[in-house]
């Protein structure tokens, strides 16, 4: 092992600048933080937390090399190690075994490659499938139980009935349970008695490796997958377009939801996060599917534009920073949340699903925070970026393309998480028809420009209209994104029915009452309408209006406890009888009086939902108009942003600069220490110098020290001991000299030759 460490230590040390520099920039963890020189360097490339990083990272052209390397053994030459590929193309394995080199997972001697002693660590006994090597398993067996051909002669000779279970164990997994009786059992003796098996416990048997080998015919993996598989793809037109079209409905949604939570904030559970309840009601409010509901409500979240409120009861409200996103620019608003969604951990699509130990995971909670998201976000969207522009990719062959990249990730976890990301990035607009849009190749090049992802993304908004077409059948469409005024208009006096290139907007007796109770009068409200239609207003719509404005406040509300009066007696007689108003106690005071002892705001609710059209009434007799509430949850805290270097380029030359001043300061220090008399003081334990200097006291013999001053440089000093007593040493020196050393300085010791 250790002539391993001090090789790998030569091979990086002669590595030239541009090498090392490439070493650094394919594991940047080498430059955090900076290493003393390059032995220091090296020493940090070799340990196991470093290499399983790099290991991790490889795809699976490389990862198969590795364990190739790994397989055939240090110093193996090119041609076992093809033929444990089994491939000919030895331009591309060159290529490969350069690139591990690159990285430091290899190490080159004067007998070949040698892999980094910490890799088959992190590889695990089971490489490729193959079981531990017979020696591990079994040191004692004799050199002839693990020669290729006496396995295939004892393979030769193995009963029918044992082929079954070596075939179930050639490619994995290695290890297998013994049978409890019967013909089995009598199989597996037969192979433990040849030696093609191997126990490990008392009911656990194992496959060497050599004979894993021999039964896959010499080859390592049973398919080979050097390059990276292709991508299907298929022709996408209007890809800006229908990107634009999904970017202004996710600004929509973002804006209703806004709306929905200032108006009426839902609660904030015990263990954070948004109830199962309150998902489902904004999603109604929405009109959208859970999934994409819980995608809006979180791309909101890690935009900044909604939060806990942190009250005593908290709620979920939206934040300062809405009132300023919502006056800006249609593209700039969109790239705040492209950017938002881009850089986030959370993973909406892990709403609803059952997280470890506790229930199905809630919007907004802790169990959607999965950090490893950021990085597949990336790397789909880095996948579709080599696409040529308008290609859309096939779902199945890019998250093969994906697996290829990071075979050490869960088969099942990636797929699903890419069919996350491509879902998302539809609803968000940086793909259209399954292409990346042009603002989606924007914000990959650039994250964090704001303007330039804006800018990217502008022309392809559908432009804000400020007229809707009304229809016969009191629906009315808009078509296109409506102006600010108008939009809150519509979305205060008319229920929306769908969606898409075009809003259809459905007048109803309660949203005309909805607008009544904002304050509009009649007037107003069909003045407004007409305005806006560039189609004649449907008589329908103000036969609408003008009944609901005719019974809206004929009944008035006021406070007590609370009183109700109306100039029609027959209305009041109406509640009186009324079995569902029992509750509220209704006693009549006059003809056209009642009190009762509920608050005033519940009498009107009750009251409306069994069909009357009350009306809350000041102190003075005037009306009240209800004002939508606008909840504002103070702005998260952020701190200042973490300074960080990144390990580019121009860092990591610096850094290489400074490795190599400091490994030309230790030669010359080394060469120093060569040229000074007497022999190499080598570093020691405190406790071993002090036993040294009282022998040398006893036997009167002189002793070489390496001594540190309080600069911090060492020099080096013939001495002869007198005493040793509280933490010093009394001695002379070599010119008869008595002086006193402290101990704790005394750096190592060598008895005088």
Do not use: N
């Given at each position: 092992m250790a002539t391993s460490s001090r090789s790998l230590a030569d091979d990086i040390r002669g590595r030239s600048d541009a090498e090392l520099i490439d070493l650094v920039l394919a594991r940047p963890d080498l430059a955090r933080p900076a290493p003393a020189d390059l032995t220091g360097l090296a020493a940090r490339a070799g340990t196991r937390a470093s290499v399983q990083r790099a290991v991790e990272a490889l795809d699976r052209g490389r990862l198969q090399v590795l364990e190739a390397v790994v397989v055939a053994g240090d110093g193996a030459d090119r041609r076992a190690l093809m033929r444990l590929l089994g491939t000919d193309d030895r331009p591309t394995v060159d290529a490969l075994l350069q690139d591990l080199w690159r990285s430091a997972l290899l190490w080159r001697g004067a007998d070949g490659d040698h892999v980094v002693r910490t890799v088959p660590e992190v590889l695990g006994s089971s490489v490729a499938g193959l079981g531990a090597p017979m020696r591990e398993l079994r040191p004692s067996s004799p050199p002839e139980q693990v020669d290729p051909e006496q396995i295939r002669a004892a393979l030769a000779e193995a009963p029918d009935e044992t082929r079954a279970m070596l075939e179930r164990m050639t490619w994995g997994p290695a290890f297998g349970v013994l049978p409890a009786g019967g013909p089995g059992r009598a199989t597996a003796r037969w192979l433990l008695e040849h030696h093609l098996l191997v126990p490990v416990s008392v009911d656990r048997v194992a496959l060497p490796r050599e004979v894993g080998l021999v039964l896959r015919d010499g080859r390592l993996h049973r398919s080979l997958e050097l390059t990276p598989p292709e991508v299907a793809t298929r022709p996408a037109s209007l890809v800006d377009a229908a990107a634009g079209g999904a970017a202004s409905e996710c600004l929509t949604h973002v804006d209703e939801l806004a709306a929905d939570w200032g108006a009426a904030p839902p609660r904030v559970l015990r263990a954070g996060g948004l109830s199962v309840r309150d998902l489902r009601v904004t999603q109604r409010t929405l009109d959208l599917d859970p999934e994409h509901t819980a995608f809006v409500v979180e791309l909101a979240y890690a935009a900044g534009l909604v939060a806990d409120d942190g009250e005593v009861e908290p709620l979920w409200a939206p934040t300062s920073e809405l009132d300023e996103w919502s006056s800006s620019e249609a593209g700039h608003r969109w790239a705040l949340l492209a950017v938002a969604w881009l850089g986030s951990t959370r993973a909406p699509h892990l709403v609803g699903r059952r997280s470890t130990g506790t229930g199905p995971a809630n919007a907004l909670g802790p169990d959607v925070q999965w950090p490893a998201i950021r990085a597949i976000r990336r790397e789909v969207l880095g996948e579709l970026a080599l696409l040529a522009p308008g290609t859309a990719a096939d779902h199945a062959s890019l998250r093969e393309r994906l697996a290829w990249r990071r075979p050490n990730r869960s088969a099942t976890v990636l797929d699903e998480a890419v069919e996350a990301v491509l879902r998302?990035?539809?609803?968000?607009?940086?793909?259209?028809?399954?292409?990346?849009?042009?603002?989606?190749?924007?914000?990959?090049?650039?994250?964090?420009?704001?303007?330039?992802?804006?800018?990217?993304?502008?022309?392809?908004?559908?432009?804000?209209?400020?007229?809707?077409?009304?229809?016969?059948?009191?629906?009315?469409?808009?078509?296109?994104?409506?102006?600010?005024?108008?939009?809150?208009?519509?979305?205060?006096?008319?229920?929306?029915?769908?969606?898409?290139?075009?809003?259809?907007?459905?007048?109803?007796?309660?949203?005309?009452?909805?607008?009544?109770?904002?304050?509009?009068?009649?007037?107003?409200?069909?003045?407004?309408?007409?305005?806006?239609?560039?189609?004649?207003?449907?008589?329908?719509?103000?036969?609408?209006?003008?009944?609901?404005?005719?019974?809206?406040?004929?009944?008035?509300?006021?406070?007590?406890?609370?009183?109700?009066?109306?100039?029609?007696?027959?209305?009041?007689?109406?509640?009186?009888?009324?079995?569902?108003?029992?509750?509220?106690?209704?006693?009549?005071?006059?003809?056209?009086?009642l009190v009762s002892s509920a608050d005033p705001r519940v009498l009107v609710e009750l009251l409306r939902d069994n069909g009357f059209a009350p009306v809350h009434e000041s102190q003075d007799g005037t009306v009240v108009h209800a004002e939508t509430p606008r909840r504002r949850a103070g702005s998260r805290r952020r701190g200042p942003a973490p300074l960080v270097t990144p390990v580019d380029r121009d860092h990591t030359q610096s850094l290489v600069d400074g490795l190599r001043a400091a490994e030309a300061t230790a030669d010359q220090r080394r060469a120093e220490d060569e040229a000074r008399p007497g022999p190499r003081i080598q570093a020691m334990d405190p406790v071993v110098t002090l036993s040294l200097l009282r022998d040398a006291v006893a036997e009167r013999h002189g002793v070489w020290i390496g001594y540190s001053d309080g600069h911090g440089s060492t020099s080096r000093h013939l001495i002869h001991p007198q005493r040793v007593e509280g933490g010093r040493v009394r001695a002379t020196d070599e010119a008869g000299h008595e002086k006193s050393f402290s101990v704790h300085r005394i750096t190592g010791a060598t008895l005088e030759s």
């Open positions: 998302e990035a539809e609803w968000l607009g940086l793909t259209g028809r399954g292409a990346l849009s042009e603002a989606g190749r924007a914000l990959l090049a650039s994250p964090a420009a704001v303007d330039e992802v804006a800018a990217a993304m502008s022309p392809h908004l559908p432009s804000p209209v400020d007229h809707i077409l009304v229809q016969a059948d009191l629906t009315a469409v808009a078509p296109g994104p409506l102006v600010g005024g108008l939009g809150s208009f519509m979305r205060l006096a008319a229920e929306v029915e769908s969606r898409g290139g075009a809003t259809v907007y459905r007048f109803t007796p309660e949203s005309v009452r909805r607008a009544l109770d904002a304050g509009w009068t009649a007037a107003d409200f069909v003045d407004t309408v007409r305005r806006s239609s560039r189609t004649p207003l449907p008589q329908p719509l103000e036969y609408l209006v003008s009944d609901v404005a005719r019974r809206h406040g004929q009944t008035r509300i006021g406070g007590a406890a609370a009183y109700i009066r109306s100039d029609d007696e027959a209305v009041l007689d109406t509640m009186l009888a009324s079995r569902d108003l029992a509750p509220l106690r209704l006693r009549r005071l006059a003809p056209t009086v």
